[in-house]
């Protein structure tokens, strides 16, 4: 495993690509989240806002680059034909796939975190100019506060594992059109969706889909008017990456390369 290891995160880290998309993970998911707070103003008496979550918002859009990163980790060597070496230098190919997904998840934690951090303290600087300070009965945002700090560990190991996902839908179709189409589709169409249903179909659906249970770590207030509990919905995110790298697993090893 060690050797696996370090075969794959030179590949990851030599490839120029990975670099610009994590870069740009960064990017969008800070500017979208400072875009968001600069252009939001809550109305007196207006209530109800979530500033953590307000700040965080950015994630929405910068998983689909780290969706990105993860499908090119594997297809790219599908793609060019390497990865008949790679399973000729590591024949046990759930020690490549764990491999592949340790470097990944690790690379994605690391461009999470300054994202994140990024992300609040954008939310900090911009959001009071919005009315969401203390004299309207907000507490300015930081990390200081639980709910606070436990949304962005959240947020990061939300990003891990949507890292995690994609991989095992890279996995199985082996095409990057198509496994990035199925990914972002995995992820956007079901909030999508949920709000052309009504009832106990909309929450079911909200609790189930991955995007939609998974940010529900970054739920500061109202907790339980929640589809689904903070910890419980990235737990439903975890089972989804479980489950989409153990298909990923089977189809390897059932296939040729």
Do not use: F
């Not at 968001?36 to 307000?54: E, M, N």
């Not at 000729?88 to 999470?112: I, Y």
């Not at 900090?124 to 907000?138: C, E, I, T």
């Amino acid at each position: 495993m060690t050797d696996a290891l370090h075969a794959e995160w030179t590949k990851l880290r030599t490839v120029a690509g990975t670099w610009w998309l994590v870069a740009g993970a960064v990017a969008l998911t800070v500017t979208a989240s400072a875009g968001i707070a600069a252009s939001t103003h809550v109305s007196p008496g207006g209530g109800g806002q979530d500033p953590t979550k307000l700040c965080l918002i950015g994630v929405d859009l910068g998983q689909a680059v780290v969706a990105v990163l993860a499908v090119l980790a594997v297809t790219e060597e599908y793609g060019t034909g390497m990865i008949r070496v790679t399973l000729a230098a590591t024949p046990r190919r759930a020690v490549m796939l764990g491999a592949k997904a340790v470097n990944l998840a690790g690379l994605v934690l690391a461009t999470g975190a300054p994202a994140v951090a990024g992300c609040l303290i954008a939310g900090r600087l911009l959001l009071p100019a919005a009315g969401l300070d203390p004299a309207h009965g907000y507490a300015l945002v930081s990390i200081a506060h639980g709910p606070t700090l436990r949304a962005a560990c959240g947020s990061i190991l939300y990003l891990g594992l949507i890292a995690l996902l994609s991989l095992g839908i890279a996995t199985v179709v082996r095409d990057t059109a198509v496994s990035t189409g199925v990914v972002l589709g995995l992820l956007y169409l079901p909030p999508l969706l949920a709000q052309l249903v009504s009832g106990p179909w909309r929450r079911h659906l909200q609790q189930i889909a991955p995007m939609t249970a998974g940010l529900a770590i970054q739920a500061t207030r109202n907790i339980r008017s929640l589809p689904v509990s903070p910890w419980a919905g990235l737990g439903t995110l975890a089972l989804w990456a479980a489950g989409m790298l153990l298909i990923g697993l089977a189809v390897v090893k059932a296939r040729d390369a």
